[in-house]
């Protein structure tokens, strides 16, 4: 897919999309080295856009892993069909918010990796919370989630633009939560790292 096909994807369906522009190659590398990826046996994907960090896990992944991937937009659901023939990946058009039943329905009881590019920003505040409260039961001791955050941070609450901080909310659901900013991405971005509590 092309950066302009994405853009008007992205402009005619900024909800969803919640981006301008596919991630950048630095951002995927951020989003994938807190961890190591060779004795994931599952691996989670929420909002895989065009794949441009599902290719980088791919790269990485064990050959017997299993990568599911959430993708609700249609036109980009028919790019990942098109462009990705990989055996591990288990493509669904689905919103994340079904990851449970998703997961269930294959018989997957617990993730080792999630990877998501959601934009919580523009989710109401107990839409996220039921997100994060859908997947915890899937976590284990060991489990890594990494989350991105454009740098602005801007939400709409209640008719009003202000800035979301992740923090807070990841905070109550992962025992640590660190994060650094990725400057060469457009636009530039905070990549949080949150490990799961010990069980």
Known sequence: MS????VAEALNN???????SPSSRF??????????????????ELGAGTGAI??????????RA?????????????????SISDPRVILINSSAENLDAELRRRGIQKV???????????MPEDDRQALFQRLSPFLHHKSVFTQFQYIHGMQFVGG????????????????????????????????FTCHARSQ
């Open 3 to 6: 950066l302009k096909t994405f």
């Open 14 to 20: 900024f909800q969803t999309v919640a981006a301008i």
């Open 27 to 44: 951002l995927a590398t951020a989003m994938l080295e807190p961890r190591t990826l060779a004795r994931t046996r599952v691996a989670l």
């Open 54 to 63: 599902t290719r980088a896990l791919l790269a990485q992944l064990p050959p």
């Open 66 to 82: 299993k990568l599911l991937v959430f993708e609700i937009n249609p036109r980009f659901f028919e790019c990942l069909q098109q």
């Open 112 to 122: 080792d990796a999630v990877i998501s590019s959601l934009g919580l920003a523009f």
């Open 160 to 191: 009003r633009l202000c800035r979301l901080n992740l923090r807070p909310l990841l905070s109550r659901y992962f025992g640590s939560v660190q994060s650094k900013i990725v400057w060469r991405n457009l636009p530039p971005a905070f990549v």
